[in-house]
């Protein structure tokens, strides 16, 4: 009989035995100063390298082998192995400091906020075209309350009352789930909070992988054919590896 926790951690993971040990040794450090007691999930999303191992062997404290190959289903089906009334979706190329996860958690226990995400910082230095799409979305996020999916924190019954992260598309899930809890939030009095400080540490190697053409051309895609998130294969910049 598994123990209910008072937070759980869920990372998604496609393929991602190079990073995912760093990613989780920083949830643990993290978690080890919050007083109540939490769990990390991890999610083997249908992963054809040692994905699940690193994570076993990493100290996961429960691994989910989700056969969809999508980032929304990933976080929802982590989401449903868990009761615990706080959740906090940490991507697999993302490090989190205890700081990070000590406000998102305060800010949820306060019952002022219903979810939030945070500031994002590259790991390495990237190509311009980069740099301005995480300089952008931070201000934006800043600006009118919108988390990245590197990082997401909320309420349970808020991630209810969204509906989890819409598993009919292929990026962009955290806008719209970010929107209902949002509506949801004004009815109960909550708001929405992006933490400014400390960030989180996200891997800038999609800037070793992809030409600036390439995120160019993934950009005009997004906002120029509708319905293009509804489509994995015009996703192809969150699912395609190299090799």
Sequence with gaps: MRVTTHYAIIIPAYNEEA???????????????IPQPGELIVVNNNSTDRTGEVAEE???????FEPHNQIARARNAGAEKTEAPLLVFVDADTQIEAGTLQTALGNLESGKIAAGGARIVMDQPVIPIVGWLTDNWNRVGATFNFAAGSFF?????????????????????????????KKWARKQKMGFEVIQNPPVLTSGRKSDWFSTWDFVRQLAIIFLIPGATRSRKMCQLWYKRPG
């Design 19 to 33: 990073l995912l040990a760093g990613t989780i040794a920083a949830a643990r450090l993290a978690m080890a100063s």
């Design 58 to 64: 990493g100290g996961a404290d429960l691994v989910v």
């Design 153 to 181: 924190y909320c309420r349970r019954d808020a991630f209810e009352a969204g509906g989890g992260f819409d598993e009919s598309v292929y990026a962009g899930e955290e806008v719209w789930l970010a929107k209902r809890i």
